[in-house]
């Protein structure tokens, strides 16, 4: 079975922390992606990554960053969070037809 | 622009009962086209996709859908609804980018 984890199910920060969320694939994939999931929006790409060290903006990259040092570990960084960071926040790896997704962590912005 | 749209927050169906999820989409050339769920607590799934040919998609746990370019949809069915079925499903379209695009999502309630 292909298992993403993240590192937080839940967490709660500042206004103007900087956070790290921690995403680990065991399928050896190449593409990774972090997404935010807010009622009625669906999910918006934040993030992606198609290769070790290579990344491109999804949808809403602003305020975030990410990292992608191995293939197993994708990071999302908030160099500042805000309020309006508050969200779930989902990890996925695969193809891009394909994608299996973590289960998320909830993130409240205080 | 290319998109995906789910024109219903929310749909309600007893159990038992058949089911219709609803999407639409806006894309120029040939839709690719997914639909994935997420049950309570659980992360989401992919339930199945149409690239070409047969309108009537298969997928998991009973469910297929059906893609009519003439009304640019592709709807999410099942014959008979299980309580179980209950979830917050997604359409989702790709677009040709290195990512997929995904509707807002309707939550689905089968009643028992």
């Known amino acids: 079975d292909v298992k993403v984890t993240q590192s937080s199910r839940y967490l709660v920060k500042r206004t103007g922390e900087k956070v790290f969320l921690e995403c680990v694939q065991d399928?050896?994939?190449?593409?990774m992606f972090w997404y935010r999931q807010d009622p009625g929006l669906g999910l918006r790409l934040i993030y992606f990554?198609?290769?070790?060290?290579?990344?491109e903006k999804g949808d809403i990259p602003e305020g975030y960053s990410v990292s992608r040092e191995k293939k197993e570990r994708f990071s999302l960084i908030l160099e500042s969070a805000s309020t309006n960071q508050t969200s779930m926040y989902l990890c996925?790896?695969?193809?891009?037809?394909?994608?299996?997704f973590g289960p998320g962590t909830r993130l409240t912005v205080l | 622009a290319q998109s995906v749209a789910q024109p219903e927050d929310q749909v309600n169906v007893a159990e038992g009962n058949p089911l219709t999820v609803k999407c639409t989409y806006s894309v120029s050339g040939n839709p690719y086209l997914f639909w994935y769920v997420q049950y309570p607590n659980r992360g989401l799934q992919f339930l199945l996709k149409y690239i070409t040919g047969d309108n009537l998609v298969k997928g998991s746990y009973g469910f297929e859908a059906e893609f009519n370019k003439s009304q640019t949809s592709f709807h999410l069915k099942k014959p008979s609804a299980l309580v179980s079925d209950s979830a917050l499903y997604f359409c989702v379209l790709d677009t040709g980018r290195r990512a997929l695009t995904f509707g807002s999502g309707t939550r689905l309630q089968v009643q028992p």
């Open positions: 990554s198609y290769d070790v060290k290579m990344k």
């Open positions: 996925a790896s695969g193809t891009k037809d394909t994608q299996y």
């Open positions: 399928m050896d994939h190449e593409n």
